[in-house]
Each structure stands twice: as C-alpha cells, then as structure tokens.
C-alpha cells in the first residue's frame, strides 16, 4: 500500500511565504510524475504545479513566479514554495503521484493541507 502525507499548511497574511511538503511511502518502485492541486470553497479542484521525473514542471499561469515545484527522490517527496501569497491562494492543497508498486503504475493523492491567506 502507498500513502502520500503532506505538511506544512497553515494560516499566514498576504505577501507570506509557505513550504509544503509531501512524502510517499509503502511499496513504491519508481515514482513519475509528482503535482500539487488545490480546492478552494465552491471551486473544483485545480493542478497548480506538476513535476515530472525528469525534473520538468508547469504551472498554472495564477501562480507562476511565485510558486516553486521540487522533488527529492531519494525521499521520495515533493515540495511547494508559496511566496508572495495572496487570498485567493486560499485553499485545501492536495499532492498527487503517479507511482509503479510491485504491481501496476496507479495514481494517489494525499488527504489535504489547509492553506489560509488573510490578514
């Protein structure tokens, strides 16, 4: 089984910066791509920054320039840099991956962070 667990959510004031980070555990054998997605109240739920094994990354176009997508593969964890947030940031963050177990390439997500923008 693989779990992905995020940290680092939280309440900061507008213009703040935050780290979220993620790590995947369980029976992993290789992990491709690695995103975040966020849902903010009454919105559907939107990719914000996607990193692929190669390292490449994309962004979606409200955040470029402040957000910063990396991956550590030796501990199999993804971050996101927020700088200069604003309160439309506001939102429940999910991490996402495409991971091969022993078995077949399947998709998971993370349970949530909370990210509050607001002064």
């Known amino acids: 089984q693989v779990q992905l667990v995020e940290s680092g959510g939280g309440l900061v004031q507008p213009g703040g910066s935050l780290r979220l980070s993620c790590a995947a555990s369980g029976s992993i054998f290789v992990i491709n791509a690695m995103a975040w997605y966020r849902q903010a109240p009454g919105k559907q739920r939107e990719l914000v920054a996607r990193?692929?094994?190669?390292?490449?990354?994309n962004y979606v176009d409200s955040v470029k320039g402040r957000f910063t997508i990396s991956r550590d593969n030796a501990k199999n964890t993804v971050y996101l840099q927020m700088n200069s947030l604003k309160p439309e940031d506001t939102a429940v963050y999910y991490c996402h991956a495409d991971i091969y177990t022993d078995y077949a390439l399947d998709s998971y997500w993370g349970q949530g962070t909370q990210v509050i923008v607001s002064s």
């Open positions: 990193i692929r094994s190669g390292g490449s990354t």
